[in-house]
Structures are given as C-alpha cells and as structure tokens.
C-alpha cells in the first residue's frame, strides 16, 4: 500500500490511472472502489484541491469515455463523480484544513444527510419508488422460484424495507466515503507520520453537538408529523452510522490500551460479518454514549 500511495503522488497522470483503472475492475469487484475514492482524498490530502480537482475530474472525463465507447452511455463516470469522487474531494479538503477527522467524519454525514432530504423533496412517494426499484432488482429471482417466489410475501417485505431505504442507501454512501477518507489517510500516515492514523483514529470523537442533533431528529422522527417524521427516521439512520465509527474506534482503543491481543479485534469483526445489522445498533449505541461517558479518558486513569 505504501508503494501505491508513493505512486498515486508523483503526478496527476499516476493519480487517474489508478483512479480510473480501479473504478473500472470495481463495476466487477465492487470494493475496489475504496480505493478508487482515496487516490482522490490522497491527492486532495497532500496537494491540494487544485490538484485533487484535476484528478476528480480527469478520472470523470476517462471513465465517461470509456463507458460511452463502450455501453453507448457515459452514466458511469457521472455516478462514480457524484457518489464517490466529488465527496472525496470535498472532505479530502475539508480534512486537509481543519486536521480533525472528527469534522471530516461528521462532515460526511452532512453529505448523507442533505442526499435523504434531496430525495424526499425530489421523489413524491418515496415508499412507491422503493417498492418499485427492489421489485425490478429482484424481479429475475422472483421468477426464478426459490425462496422468493412467493411475490405476495416478497412484496410485504418490501413494502417494509421501503420505509427506511432512503436512510439505508445515504448512510452506506457516507460509511464507504468514510472508509476511503480513512484509506487515504492512513496512506498520508504511512508516508509522512507512521503511526499518525492509529492514534488519530483512537481518539475519534464526534463531539456533544452532533449527539444533541441526532436527539432532536430521534425526538422528530416519533411524533405524528407524517412525512417529517419518516424524513426525520432516516436521517437518524445516517447519524447512527456515524456513531458506528467512534464505537469501533473507542474498541480499537480499548484493545490497545490493555495490550489486548490483536484476536480480539478479529474475532469482534468475524462476529459482525454473521450479525451485521444488529452488532452495528450496538456499536452505535456504544459510540453515542461514549460521547458523554468518554471512556477512554476513565480508561486512562491510573
């Protein structure tokens, strides 16, 4: 990874190869695209955003390109722009001014929130349209029989998910951001501060504010305000899964800070893999408390 971060930086051309060779092995290997994302945050990072605009925007113009020449639409290079690259670049610069990764992460989750209230002054019936697009996704392997075959069922479950989609879908674009952001930082660590990244990361807090916002928005989203109140749900969704960050940094911490062995932290993340959506409330929660508990200030107590 060192070798790959000192390639990104020795100009924009290393830059948007990577950038753009990643988001292309990433439409068949997804996680790729973290890596695509941080090439952004690092130059932005390091250089600037003049030279983190260029390989924002030459990696754009690479991949619509490519996606016209082949598929007869450059869609790709505009979504990999808005929904990737164009909010790396944003915190990339936000992170290289302020030096808190905490204003970063939160930051971010502003991002995520401004995307659920576009959506629901964008779409009138957003319940609807979610319904819509998971039917067309799941579609084939409804047909296909199986375990989805029962369309009345699947539509029921839906109908469900439908509630909470939007939230759902902003609050895993900040969480990918965010790991790109903290790739990219980590690369600026290895370079320049080894070592700066783990205690950086450490000691993340996001800060009283942020958790007296998600209180109001908790408070909103349970009182009879109709679609306020569904709006108001989703952007919970989207802080919670910020707090999900300081909760693993604050077990991070606790794990160095006792000299843990390194099989707690893998046994933890295996354990999140089997009860992804559950563990991740927890975790939350865990960060949110921390906020006013601080337990790693009790930890550091003689």
């Not at 690479?62 to 505009?78: C, E, K, M, Q, W």
């Amino acid at each position: 990874m060192k070798a790959l971060a000192t390639f990104i930086l020795r100009g924009p051309s290393q830059a948007i190869l990577v950038t753009v060779g990643m988001a292309v092995l990433a439409m068949m290997l997804p996680p790729l695209s973290i890596v695509s994302g941080a090439v952004v945050a690092l130059v932005t990072l390091r250089k600037g955003p003049g030279p983190g605009a260029t390989v924002m925007l030459g990696s754009t113009a690479f991949v619509a390109l490519l996606a016209t020449v082949s598929l007869g639409n450059p869609l790709p290079g505009l979504v990999f722009l808005a929904v990737l690259w164009l909010p790396l670049w944003l915190l990339g610069w936000v992170l290289r001014d302020t030096r808190s990764l905490a204003v970063a992460t939160v930051a971010a989750g502003g991002l995520g929130i401004l995307g659920v209230i576009a959506m629901y002054v964008a779409v009138d019936d957003l319940g609807a349209w979610w319904q819509q697009v998971l039917m067309t996704m799941f579609e084939p392997a409804i047909e296909a029989g199986g375990p989805l075959a029962d369309r009345a069922t699947v539509e029921s479950i839906f109908a469900e998910l439908s509630k909470i989609m939007t939230g759902v879908a902003a609050a895993g674009v900040s969480l990918n951001v965010l790991m790109c952001l903290y790739l990219a930082r980590a690369w600026q660590a290895q370079l320049f501060n080894p070592g700066g990244f783990r205690e950086e990361f450490h000691e993340l807090r996001l800060g009283q504010g942020l958790a007296l916002v998600s209180l109001v928005f908790i408070a909103l989203s349970l009182l009879p305000l109709g679609v306020v109140a569904h709006m108001a749900g989703e952007i919970v969704i989207v802080i919670l899964s910020l707090y999900v960050l300081q909760g693993l940094a604050l077990i991070h911490a606790v794990v160095a800070r006792r000299k843990l062995h390194v099989g707690w932290l893998v046994a933890f993340y295996l354990l999140m893999m089997f009860v992804l959506p559950q563990l991740m409330v927890l975790v939350a929660v865990l960060g949110l408390t921390d906020t006013w508990a601080d337990f790693r200030r009790r930890l550091a107590r003689p």
